[in-house]
Structure formats: structure tokens, C-alpha cells
Antibody, heavy 118, light 109 residues
Framework: QVQLVESGGGVVQPGGSLRLSCATS????????FHWVRQAPGKGLEWVAT????????SYSDSVKGRFTVSRDSSKTTQYMQMNILRAEDTAVYFC???????????WGQGIPVTVSS | QSALTQPASVSGSPGQSITISCTGT?????????VSWYQQHPGTAPRLMIY???NRPSGVSDRFSGSKSGNTASLTISGLQAEDEADYYC?????????FGTGTKVTVL
């Protein structure tokens, strides 16, 4: 069955870095793009970044552009998001989701919390 | 990259129908037939309920339906049930971004 499992979250100081991983299984990895979506405590869903299915095109929200970078390792069927220069407002639960088409996020990971605090 | 606009809350009694709106612009909701809807219960990941404006994934009840007119999409829940109480988010493709709506809390009275 399709599985997405996030890891790499935790507590980090402002200005610090974290790398989130999204390990996948149960489907042909290279056939799909992936989204990162976050949810701040008590807030709504916010789209963060997308690795398109071609493996090269990437899109970012204005709030993270220049600080976050998505990548993937097809040999490990894993998606990554490198987060640099973290700010308090980046505190959220981060979800990875498989892109079945344009904004058809049919499979999601369980989410991983990231806390940016001194 | 503005969030799509949804009402903060909608409520209804069991058995009733409710409709949630999602208003965007001609650059997102109005420009593409790639509008989706997600249900989220507390502490869980979102679940896809509607994609491409009006299509239901396998396993989603036919009590959920979607539509679009101009820059506004809508999700209708018919025959409201207790388990429908949750947060609902719309989403749309927007050329190179994928904005979500502001979210609507559905309460079953």
C-alpha cells in the first residue's frame, strides 16, 4: 500500500537549519510529484513547496522562497526539504503529500512537528 | 500567492445539507478546473474528498459533491452526519503554486 513517512523534525533555534525527509513506498516513485504542506498550531493548511513529477521543476511559496529547497533521491524513494534560516513563524507540523495531478493530494504522511524557538 | 477565501464556520443539523464556498481569482479557481477539497479531523492528516472540481476519489461518500462557478468553488455535504464534523479546506492549482483555502469548521448541531 502507498505509504509516506516524514522524519527529521524537532526543535531548532531561529536562524538554524533542518532537513525533513519523506520516505515513500508502495508505488513508482518517479511517476509522481510531491508537495510539502504545513500547519501552524491552531491554523490552516499552507502550501510550502512542490517537486514536480519531472524531477527537476520546483515551486515554492513566497514565504519560504530562498530559504527552503526541495530535492529527491530516487534510489531511496525519498523526498527531502532542506530548511535554512528558520524563523519562529516556520513553527508548524509539516506534511508531505503525493501529487496525483494538479492539486490532487490523495496520499499524505502523518506529519512531523518543527519548532523554531530560542 | 494569497490564500483562497472560505467562511470560518458552517453548521447544520443531522440530515441537512450544507454548502461551503471557496473564492479565489481568475488566476486560480476561475482559471483552471483543478479545485480540490480536503477534510481534516483534529490531530490527523487531511483527506482528499473532491478533486478536479467535482470528482470523488474511491471510498468517498456520494454525499459529498463539488461545483464551480466563475471564481468560486463550492462543496456540498448532503445528509449531514456526526462524522462530517471536521475542518474543510479547498485547494487550487495556480500556474506554479498550489494555494489552499482559509479553512471552514463544520459543526453538526
Amino acid at each position: 500500500q502507498v505509504q509516506l513517512v516524514e522524519s527529521g523534525g524537532g526543535v531548532v533555534q531561529p536562524g538554524g537549519s533542518l532537513r525533513l525527509s519523506c520516505a515513500t513506498s508502495g508505488f513508482t516513485f518517479n511517476n509522481y510529484g510531491f508537495h510539502w504542506v504545513r500547519q501552524a498550531p491552531g491554523k490552516g493548511l499552507e502550501w510550502v513547496a512542490t517537486m514536480w513529477s519531472d524531477g527537476s521543476r520546483k515551486s515554492y511559496s513566497d514565504s519560504v522562497k530562498g530559504r527552503f529547497t526541495v530535492s529527491r533521491d530516487s534510489s531511496k524513494t525519498t523526498q527531502y526539504m532542506q530548511m535554512n534560516i528558520l524563523r519562529a513563524e516556520d513553527t508548524a507540523v509539516y506534511f508531505c503529500a503525493r501529487d496525483d495531478a494538479l492539486h490532487r493530494l490523495n496520499y499524505w504522511g502523518q506529519g512531523i512537528p518543527v519548532t523554531v524557538s530560542s | 500567492q494569497s490564500a483562497l477565501t472560505q467562511p470560518a464556520s458552517v453548521s447544520g443539523s443531522p440530515g441537512q445539507s450544507i454548502t461551503i464556498s471557496c473564492t479565489g481569482t481568475s488566476s486560480d479557481v476561475g482559471g483552471y478546473n483543478y479545485v480540490s477539497w480536503y477534510q481534516q479531523h483534529p490531530g490527523t492528516a487531511p483527506r482528499l474528498m473532491i478533486y478536479d472540481v467535482s470528482n470523488r476519489p474511491s471510498g468517498v461518500s456520494d454525499r459529498f459533491s463539488g461545483s464551480k462557478s466563475g471564481n468560486t468553488a463550492s462543496l456540498t455535504i448532503s445528509g449531514l452526519q456526526a462524522e462530517d464534523e471536521a475542518d474543510y479546506y479547498c485547494g487550487s492549482f495556480a500556474s506554479s503554486s498550489f494555494p489552499f483555502g482559509t479553512g471552514t469548521k463544520v459543526t453538526v448541531l
